[in-house]
């Protein structure tokens, strides 16, 4: 799946609209505009489309899981890239919407 497949998903999903997608990038201080937004929640074949990159699907994750539970105060300020794996996009969106995982 896609980049932008998952950020579109997600957002449908939980019912998010344009102005609180933009809001969850504005808690990580990212700057994302509406116009590149609308773009990267275009379908492929739609005339201005745009690809959604790792780091702005990464920067949505992190800002969803801030706005969602609010600001950690244990998360580390580390700048170090961390590869965006299945695994991980899971987790994060594990740990936004607070669900646990069975205990055995």
């Not at 937004?37 to 801030?66: H, I, M, N, P, Q």
């Amino acid at each position: 799946m896609k980049t932008n497949d998952i950020l579109y998903k997600i957002a449908t999903a939980l019912s998010l609209t344009n102005e609180e997608i933009l809001e969850i990038y504005k808690l990580e201080d990212y700057n994302m505009s509406e116009e590149h937004l609308e773009a990267l929640l275009k379908k492929r074949v739609d005339k201005g489309f745009e690809e959604c990159s790792y780091e702005e699907l990464g920067v949505f994750l992190d800002g969803l899981v801030t706005f969602k539970r609010g600001p950690s105060p244990k998360r580390p300020n580390s700048d170090e890239a961390v590869p965006l794996t299945n695994n991980l996009i899971l987790k994060k969106l594990r740990i936004a919407l607070e669900l646990k995982e069975p205990e055995t």
